[in-house]
């Protein structure tokens, strides 16, 4: 079992920047590829951004691109997502999920971890 827990997330003005965390527990954090999601009230959940277990492969979305980094720190067991140029669109719950596999993932379906998720509001 793995255990997801995402940290930073917050009130922000648009144009600002946030950083999120997401520490898994329980497995080797290098096995796992990981992805972040958001869901905003009354909308699907939808993918952010995804990385590979190996942090040499990233996917993001067309809405993101340019503006969101996501990345890994295998030896602190912690992927990041870097938020920056933030719109009021991008007000959500954002979501951590962990899968094993070698690529990255995009769908909610493909995930089998999942943590609690952090509120980001961006005002405008």
């Known amino acids: 079992q793995v255990q997801l827990v995402e940290s930073g997330g917050g009130l922000v003005q648009a144009g600002g920047s946030l950083r999120l965390s997401c520490a898994p527990s329980?497995?080797?954090?290098?096995?796992?590829?990981m992805g972040w999601f958001r869901q905003a009230p009354g909308k699907e959940r939808e993918s952010v951004a995804a990385?590979?277990?190996?942090?040499?492969?990233?996917y993001y979305a067309d809405s993101v691109k340019g503006r969101f980094t996501i990345s890994r720190d295998n030896a602190k067991n912690t992927v990041y997502l870097q938020m920056n140029s933030l719109k009021p669109e991008d007000t959500a719950i954002y979501y951590c999920?962990?899968?094993?596999?070698?690529?990255?993932?995009?769908?909610?379906?493909?995930?089998?971890?999942w943590g609690q998720g952090t509120q980001v509001t961006v005002s405008s």
């Open positions: 990385i590979s277990r190996g942090g040499d492969r990233t």
């Open positions: 329980g497995r080797t954090f290098s096995n796992y590829a």
């Open positions: 999920a962990a899968r094993g596999g070698s690529g990255y993932y995009v769908g909610t379906n493909e995930y089998a971890y």
